[in-house]
């Protein structure tokens, strides 16, 4: 009976087995809360030791930069200053952009490129003529020139003592052998020749180029004794009978009488001459005037004093004839008082319908020197009704009124900038009267406006234009004058001065020449709208400060080398005996143009 039963021990068996259950379960859930605390601590760790690390780099950081710290400034102040200009340069292109209505600036620029395209090809029309007078130029400084024993560069100052004065030696080797020798080719030989009587003709010079009128030589000379004379040496130089004779100015030039029976007589007409001449310094219009006659015998009882004299009326004078008044020349028109020489020939080519003056100088120094000048000028004689200058005149039509279209535009332009101001001070002010409101703006706006560099060019550029117009119809006038009556006296026997067309239209080539540089210039105005051109011409304008005293810098050691160059150099060479040719010889040196073998020897 007691086998059939259970053993004792089973139900502690059982409470056993779930204990170990329950502490099983325990332990897992213990090694769970653990391992998570484990993470977490894992993870705090990580995450304080790369706070730790960030900090540390931060310290590391703050600590390079604190030793930096001036070059670092400068740098990051650099930086912030460049980020600046691009942010304003990008706002004033926004503000550039608001301010122009879209399409302003292209049809503006439209309209000026139309205008440029014009007036250069209308200049190269114009001055086509400019490559025939090179050739014109060439042939008569072979003829007066080079290319003969006696040439211009070997008239020196040889005085020499003869026939009661002193005259000029080598002067009239070059005047006989060149001058003489192309007026009257055989005169000054046998006299009877049947060349010597000219015909009121044009004299040929060089093939296609005639001489129109007579040959005009005038003459400076200098009041005796007007030298700046140690006064110890003045009552010394009077008992030696010593005259002092300075170089030329206005107020110490002879204008007394002078030769055999005073036949020089002082003219101060302006149809003289150029009124400013020479290499050394400038001379008046006025002078000795000497019109060699193309006829060689002239009018038979006629004297040089009846012809170039105060004695007779302008209208009553003889002709002397040329070989009587080269006769005289020789003997007493030059001396040791005369400071200037001009010699003056008026000259037509038919075949370009050119006319032009070439002028032959010569200046007696003080100090015992020549100086040789040549000048040569020809202009085209137009009428702007031949079917040839068709073309000129369609585009002078089309640029004048370009030029008349931006003058509106200027005016229209200030007028807006003055109202503009006008409103402004009213508005500030009610009390001011409209008057007083008007003063105030206009010379206030005016400098507002041309202050800015590109209006002030704008300005210059028309101003040029219109200069130049000027000069163009002041030629076209003396054009459209020229008749048959007229071309009868050019080729008579009396000088013809046209040397102030020579001076117009040397002024209108000039003030060309200006208006096409400026005109390319302004085109940038309309350019620099554009974003892409608005940020370079910015930055300049940014440092235009540093670029002027950069130039300044710049133009002081040029100066001071052009200094030491004429002192150093002056008494030696031509290139440095004046501070006006030191500058032009360094300039070209700076730019690389000279002649190498002759710097050598």
């Known amino acids: 009976m007691a086998e059939d039963q259970p053993p004792a021990t089973a139900p502690d068996d059982a409470d056993d087995l779930s204990n ?5 379960r325990r332990s897992i859930t213990l090694h769970g809360v653990a391992e998570q605390t484990n993470n977490i601590v894992n993870r705090a760790r990580r995450s304080l030791t790369v706070q730790g690390e960030k900090i540390a780099r931060q310290v590391d950081a703050n600590w390079e930069s604190h030793e930096t710290k001036h070059a670092s400034r400068a740098s990051a102040f650099k930086h912030d200053q460049v980020n600046k200009g691009l942010h304003l340069m990008r706002d004033g292109i926004k503000k550039a952009g608001a301010r122009v209505p879209r399409g302003a600036p292209c049809r503006e620029l439209t309209i000026y490129i139309a205008f440029f395209v014009c007036y ?4 190269t029309q114009e001055c086509d003529y400019i490559k025939k007078t090179y050739e014109i130029q060439e042939g008569l400084k072979e003829m007066f020139v080079d290319d003969h024993p006696q040439n211009f560069e070997n008239v020196q100052t040889v005085l020499q003592l003869g026939r009661s004065n002193y005259f000029l030696n080598d002067f009239w080797s070059w005047w006989e052998e060149n001058v003489e020798g192309a007026l009257y080719p055989c ?5 009877d020749s049947y060349c010597c009587d000219v015909k009121p003709n044009l004299t040929q010079l060089t093939s296609g180029v005639y001489q129109v009128g007579a040959i005009r030589v005038r003459t400076k000379k200098v009041q005796p004794n007007s030298c700046s004379v140690n006064s110890r040496m003045t009552d010394t130089l009077d008992e030696l009978g010593v005259k002092c004779y300075t170089d030329y ?3 110490k030039q002879e204008t007394l009488p002078y030769g055999e029976n005073d036949r020089w007589v002082w003219s101060d007409d302006e149809t003289a001459g150029y009124s400013s001449y020479g290499r ?15 006829s060689w015998h002239g009018d038979k009882d006629c004297e040089v004093k009846d012809s170039y004299g105060v004695a007779l009326e302008a209208d ?11 006769a005289a020349m020789k003997e007493d028109l030059l001396d040791i008082s005369t400071r200037m020489v001009v010699i003056s020939i008026n000259l037509l080519n038919p075949a370009h319908n050119l006319y032009g003056i070439y002028m032959l100088g010569f200046e007696f120094s003080s100090s015992g020197y020549t100086w040789k000048l040549v000048r040569f000028h020809m202009w085209p004689k137009r009428n702007y009704i031949e079917q040839g200058e068709i073309l000129i005149v369609l585009l002078l039509i089309v640029t004048n009124t370009f030029v008349l279209y931006f003058i509106m535009d200027l005016v229209s332009q200030v007028y807006r900038k003055v109202t503009r101001i006008q409103g402004d001070q009213m508005a500030q002010n009610p009390l001011t009267s409209l008057v007083r409101s008007w003063q105030i703006a206009i010379p206030k706006g005016l400098a507002m406006y041309f202050f800015n560099f590109w209006n002030a060019l704008e300005l210059v550029n028309v101003s040029l234009l219109v200069l130049a117009s000027i000069y163009r119809i002041q030629m076209a006038y003396n054009g459209w004058t020229t008749n048959e009556d007229e071309l009868k006296n050019l080729v008579g026997y009396e000088y013809t001065n046209n040397e102030f067309l020579a001076d117009i239209n040397y002024q209108e080539i000039s003030c060309t020449a200006l208006n096409v540089l400026f005109s390319f210039l302004k085109v940038f105005k309309y350019l620099r709208v554009s974003p892409r051109m608005y940020l370079p011409w910015k ?9 002027v005293c950069f130039m300044l810098v710049f133009v002081g050691v040029m100066f001071s080398f052009i200094i030491v160059a004429h002192l150093v150099f002056g008494k ?16 070209m040196l700076l730019l690389g143009e000279f002649n190498v073998r002759s710097r050598v020897k």
Do not use: H, W
């Not at 005169?187 to 006299?191: F, I, K, L, T, V």
């Open 120 to 123: 250069v090809v209308l200049v």
């Open 249 to 251: 100015e206005d107020s």
């Open 316 to 326: 009553a004078k003889c002709n002397a004839g040329g070989g009587k008044v080269l």
């Open 20 to 24: 170990s259950v329950t502490r099983r």
């Open 187 to 191: 005169c000054a030989e046998d006299p």
């Open 280 to 294: 050394t310094v400038d001379y008046s219009y006025s002078g000795y005037i000497v019109d060699l006659p193309r």
């Open 572 to 587: 030696e060479r031509y290139e440095y005996r004046r501070i006006e040719t030191t500058v032009k010889t360094c300039t």
């Open 539 to 547: 930055t300049l304008e940014r440092a235009s400060t540093d670029l």
